[in-house]
Structure formats: structure tokens, C-alpha cells
């Protein structure tokens, strides 16, 4: 059983990395931008609420993001654990996802954060957005939701270090050689 945050700045592969860790772990991966992006593309009213926010680069609002995590972690996939990636990513959401847990008499086991630098999370972005056409995938947009991650979701991160509970991990390397990191970093983390 493990409850765990992936916390990384965009580029940074969290999403990648998410989806071998919930292989591995055997818990099920929730990605609040995948929920999102799959809300857009049925076009349903919570896709087009978020779309205006999502193409510019923002964050969708608190009170809107906060209601569907909800919404998510009380379904019957969680009882064996999560692993959340992309949320929370301020630190109003932090106070949410707190009472959330506190409800279910639940705690986090680790929260994990992918680092990178930026100017190399650019240059992967730019080249993401050639292949897969990402509607938040240009330069100006890039730079902003970086911008928001070091003003916004670093405090997150300080948190959870307060906390004891966060484990840092260099996100640049191989795919698989991240992901060999990543998961000695968990096992450390959970044994202490
Ligand atoms: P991601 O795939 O995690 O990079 O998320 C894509 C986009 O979805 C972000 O740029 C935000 O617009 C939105 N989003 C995802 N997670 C959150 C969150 N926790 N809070 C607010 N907006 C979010």
C-alpha cells in the first residue's frame, strides 16, 4: 500500500515516470492533466471550463480542480493506494488534499519530486510539442507554466520537506535510468 505525489516541472517526464511507478507498484496513477485533457476532448462542461485556462498556460482554479480530485479519490481503485501526478500543485490544494486524507484517517508515504533544469525542460517541451501538437506546447506558454511551477508548486514542495516526507530525484537522464532512480529513491523513502 502506498500513497505518493509525483511532483515535477513540465517536461520533467512525471507523467512517464507516474505510469511505471503504478506498474511497479501496483497502484493506480492519477493525472489531474490527463483528466483534464480527456474532460477537453469530450468536450463536456468541465473540459470547457478548463480548456480556456489549460491553452494559456494557468492553472484551472482551485475550486474547480479541488472538486474533481475529490471526486476521483473516492472511487474504489484507491482503497490500495494512489500515486498523484500533477496535484497539488499550490498550496491551497495542499490544505485540501490534507482534509481529504484526514477524512479517510489516511497519510502520505512519500511525495516525490522530479528536478530539471529549465532551459533543457524548454528545449524537450519544444520538441514535445512538434510530435504530439499539445495545444499548451508553445514557447510563451512553456515558459509561463515554468514560471508558475517555481512561483506556485515549489512551495508545495517545501512543504511536504518540512514534513519529512519528500524525496528529490534528478529527472534528467534516460527514460529507464530515471525511472531505476526514481524507484530506489521510493523504496528508500518507505523504509525509513
Ligand atoms: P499536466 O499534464 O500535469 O502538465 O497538466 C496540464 C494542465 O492541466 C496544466 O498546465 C493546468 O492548466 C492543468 N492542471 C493540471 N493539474 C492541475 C492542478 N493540480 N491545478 C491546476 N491546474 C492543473
Same mark, same amino acid.
Given at each position: ?8 516541472p513540465p517536461g ?7 505510469? !511505471?511507478?503504478?506498474? !511497479?507498484?501496483? &497502484? ?11 474532460? &477537453? ?5 468541465? #473540459? ?9 498556460g494557468d492553472f484551472?482554479? /482551485? ?7 475529490? /471526486?476521483?479519490?473516492? *472511487? ?8 498523484? /501526478? #500533477? ?5 491551497? *490544494? ?11 484517517? *489516511? ?18 517541451l ?10 499548451d506546447d508553445?514557447?510563451?506558454v512553456i515558459r509561463h507554466r515554468l514560471d508558475l511551477y517555481?512561483? *506556485? ?19 534528467? #537522464? #534516460?527514460?529507464?535510468? &530515471? ?12 523504509? &525509513?
Amino acid at each position: 500500500m502506498t500513497r505518493m505525489l509525483i511532483i515535477g516541472p513540465p517536461g520533467s517526464g512525471k507523467g512517464t515516470q507516474a505510469e !511505471r511507478i503504478s506498474e !511497479r507498484l501496483g &497502484v493506480v496513477a492519477i493525472s489531474t492533466g490527463d483528466i483534464f485533457r480527456a474532460n &477537453v476532448k469530450g468536450e463536456t462542461p468541465l #473540459g470547457i471550463e478548463a480548456k480556456k485556462y489549460m491553452d494559456a498556460g494557468d492553472f484551472v482554479p /482551485d475550486s474547480v480542480t479541488n472538486n474533481m480530485v475529490r /471526486d476521483r479519490l473516492s *472511487q474504489d481503485d484507491v482503497e490500495n493506494g494512489f500515486l498523484l /501526478d #500533477g496535484y497539488p500543485r499550490t498550496t491551497a *490544494q495542499v490544505d485540501f488534499l490534507d482534509q481529504i486524507l484526514a477524512e479517510g484517517e *489516511q497519510e502520505l508515504d512519500v511525495v516525490l519530486q522530479l528536478t530539471a533544469d529549465d532551459e533543457v525542460l524548454v528545449a524537450r517541451l519544444l520538441g514535445r510539442a512538434k510530435e504530439t501538437g499539445r495545444s499548451d506546447d508553445n514557447e510563451t506558454v512553456i515558459r509561463h507554466r515554468l514560471d508558475l511551477y517555481h512561483e *506556485q508548486t515549489e512551495a508545495v514542495v517545501a512543504k511536504y520537506a518540512e514534513r519529512g516526507i519528500l524525496t528529490q530525484v534528478d529527472g534528467i #537522464g #534516460g527514460i529507464d535510468e &530515471v525511472t531505476d532512480r526514481v524507484l530506489t529513491a521510493i523504496e528508500s523513502a518507505k523504509a &525509513v
